[in-house]
């Protein structure tokens, strides 16, 4: 698949690319006094509104329909701003077509459809409008990439994909997990495909929005899509990580563009691109031993109730085993493995010692 990049969409792109807008469209007065704002912001290209909204119970504001792509055009007319909205269909499609929104978006929960996809994608043959697919709810890369395989397949030149957060079921103060490593591998498989962050959905809450933002410009992201309304904490949707669009404007001047907007990077600056990644790599990689010690501490807890000994030798034997394996299959040498498991081990089975001789000393 070959892909155009975001400059060649955009005129004149030399920063990442800022999506901005609010969750739901509500009405003419709050479309417009939110856009006004937002086209005082340079980095803001393009307004985002949803204009059917797909929630996950009924009886929620659904959206106000196809009344308020009238109010995109609206927009569109005052700001110069370009728009994009959300289609799930292939009759959200062709309204959305007859009002002139500029760029369509494919949500999480039509990318896990292949046959809402197929169908949105065959309403599109013959018109090359820009789409931008969101990853699907669950971390399922080939879908996500199966979504976009299916309007490259339409004849769609311009596309882009949105990491917007995995939905897992595990507690984390993320809406949805931002799992990094999902979208950086389709960005290594497919180098062209332009990618965005929405960090609204990620978050879920407005306090967590601007180190969302950087992690995004960390890992080399090309623009962010962010939720912004004119009075969030009153909108009708996803309040709680909607921001002002003064606090946008904060959030976009504070980022530290750690690389270059240019096509051409000096060595330096690839250097010093790389040694970023590295460092991301590495607090994910603590990040996830932390999460590993607490799950440790728990199996501690239950093997003091059930007085069992920490060290069990065929567990150890068994999990070096998948892990060797594991690792060979990822291209990792089997000493390093039995390195640093041997090392992590060591330091689970002096945890869970610390756990279960508390039995001994109370005894
Ligand atoms: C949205 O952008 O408002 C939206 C519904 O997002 P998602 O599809 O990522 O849940
Ligand atoms: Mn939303």
């Avoid at 990442?16 to 290209?45: F, H, N, W, Y």
Wanted: charged share 25%.
């Amino acid at each position: 698949m070959d892909f155009i990049p975001l400059n060649k969409w955009i005129p004149n792109l030399n920063h990442p690319l800022v999506i901005a807008g609010p969750c739901s469209a509500e009405s003419p007065e709050q479309m417009l006094a939110t856009a006004r704002e937002i086209a005082k912001i340079p980095d803001v290209r393009i307004f985002r509104a949803g204009i059917w909204k797909p929630r996950t119970r009924p009886n929620c504001f659904e959206g106000v329909g196809a009344e308020g792509l009238k109010w995109l055009e609206d927009v569109k007319a005052e700001t110069g701003l370009l728009t994009t909205t959300e289609v799930a269909n292939a009759q959200h499609v062709e309204l959305a077509l007859k009002h002139n929104v500029d760029i369509l978006w494919i949500g999480a929960r039509t990318t896990v459809s292949p046959f809402a996809v197929q169908e949105i994608a065959d309403a599109l043959k013959g018109v090359n409008i820009p789409v931008m697919v969101k990853n699907p709810v669950n971390q399922d890369l080939p879908l996500w990439l199966g979504a976009i395989e299916r309007f490259a397949g339409a004849g769609i030149t311009k596309l882009a994909a949105i990491h917007r957060g995995f939905s897992t079921g595990d507690k984390s103060k993320y809406r949805n997990l931002p799992k990094w490593n999902i979208p950086i591998e389709l960005k290594r498989r497919f180098p062209d495909l332009p990618m965005i962050c929405d960090p609204s959905h990620i978050a879920g809450r407005r306090d967590l929005i601007a180190q969302i933002c950087q992690k995004a410009m960390d890992v080399d992201m090309d623009g962010l899509m962010v939720e912004t309304h004119i009075n969030p904490d009153v909108a009708l949707s996803d309040a709680a990580q909607q921001v002002t669009p003064e606090a946008l404007s904060k959030i976009i001047s504070s980022l530290s563009l750690r690389t270059e907007y240019a096509v051409d990077r000096s060595f330096e600056q690839e250097l010093e691109h790389l040694r970023n990644l590295v460092d991301r790599a590495d607090l994910d990689i603590l990040e996830a031993l932390k999460e590993r010690t607490e799950i440790i501490k728990k199996i501690g807890l239950a093997k003091k109730e059930n007085n069992i000994m920490p060290l069990q030798i065929h567990r150890m034997d068994e999990l070096m085993k998948m892990r060797v394996e594991r690792g060979v299959n990822l291209g990792l040498t089997e000493k390093f493995i039995r390195d640093i498991y041997h090392t992590i081990h060591t330091e689970s089975v002096r945890i869970q010692g610390d756990i279960v001789n508390e039995i001994d000393t109370k005894k």
